[in-house]
T-cell receptor, first 114, second 113 residues
Framework: EAQVTQNPRYLITVTGKKLTVTCSQNMNHEYMSWYRQDPGLGLRQIYY???????DKGDVPEGYKVSRKEKRNFPLILESPSPNQTSLYFCASSSQWRRYNEQFFGPGTRLTVL | GESVGLHLPTLSVQEGDNSIINCAYSNSASDYFIWYKQESGKGPQFIID?????DKRQGQRVTVLLNKTVKHLSLQIAATQPGDSAVYFCAEIKDGTASKLTFGTGTRLQVTL
């Protein structure tokens, strides 16, 4: 089954404790991205990747890092989480950039930073 | 499931009726628009798109209407079913920009039996 998986689905952590949210897709997609979703703000893009070893900032990259060492994986790293990073995070992938009608989203990761 | 917004506008529709969900977009230069569906506990799902050179586009049970004069987009769902209950939001993009989908906050559709 074609899918994007994220782990963990739920995470409660404390300020400053490094964490990684994993994202994996099984469709051999080139384009992957991370979004955060907050009440009243809509989805906002954090980082995106056009292909392996090619990443770039989205609209709200501060406080986040990503890497794309393999095509299938695109982890989101919070080196020093802060309470304002409490949010619902989605990973997405598509065969290529701007193939929105083919874009798959993961199920989301609910992160709470205390 | 996950809530995507505590105070989203809500549209309540009886099963079998037609639903109309509206979206006002912000950029008059936007030329591509997408409607997404987000069910509780899941990620967004592409429904239908439309380019600015069109006024209307139809899919299976869904129709998107675009009024560029007033920067308004609507999603019509025919014969609404319980499985249509979700949050629906639009997104806009201006072709030629680097990335740059701008997402709306959404409307919650509740289908009553």
């Amino acid at each position: 089954e074609a899918q994007v998986t994220q782990n963990p689905r739920y995470l409660i952590t404390v300020t400053g404790k490094k964490l990684t949210v994993t994202c994996s897709q099984n469709m051999n997609h080139e384009y992957m991205s991370w979004y955060r979703q907050d009440p009243g703000l809509g989805l906002r893009q954090i980082y995106y990747s056009m292909n392996v070893e090619v990443t770039d900032k989205g609209d709200v990259p501060e406080g986040y890092k990503v890497s794309r060492k393999e095509k299938r994986n695109f982890p989101l790293i919070l080196e020093s989480p802060s309470p304002n990073q409490t949010s619902l995070y989605f990973c997405a992938s598509s065969s290529q950039w701007r193939r929105y009608n083919e874009q798959f989203f993961g199920p989301g990761t609910r992160l709470t930073v205390l | 499931g996950e809530s995507v917004g505590l105070h989203l506008p809500t549209l309540s529709v009886q099963e079998g009726d037609n639903s109309i969900i509206n979206c006002a977009y912000s950029n008059s230069a936007s030329d591509y628009f997408i409607w997404y569906k987000q069910e509780s506990g899941k990620g967004p799902q592409f429904i239908i798109d439309i380019r600015s050179n069109m006024d209307k586009r139809q899919g299976q049970r869904v129709t998107v209407l675009l009024n560029k004069t007033v920067k308004h987009l609507s999603l019509q769902i025919a014969a609404t079913q319980p499985g249509d209950s979700a949050v629906y939001f639009c997104a806009e993009i201006k072709d030629g920009t680097a990335s740059k989908l701008t997402f709306g906050t959404g409307t919650r559709l509740q289908v009553t039996l």
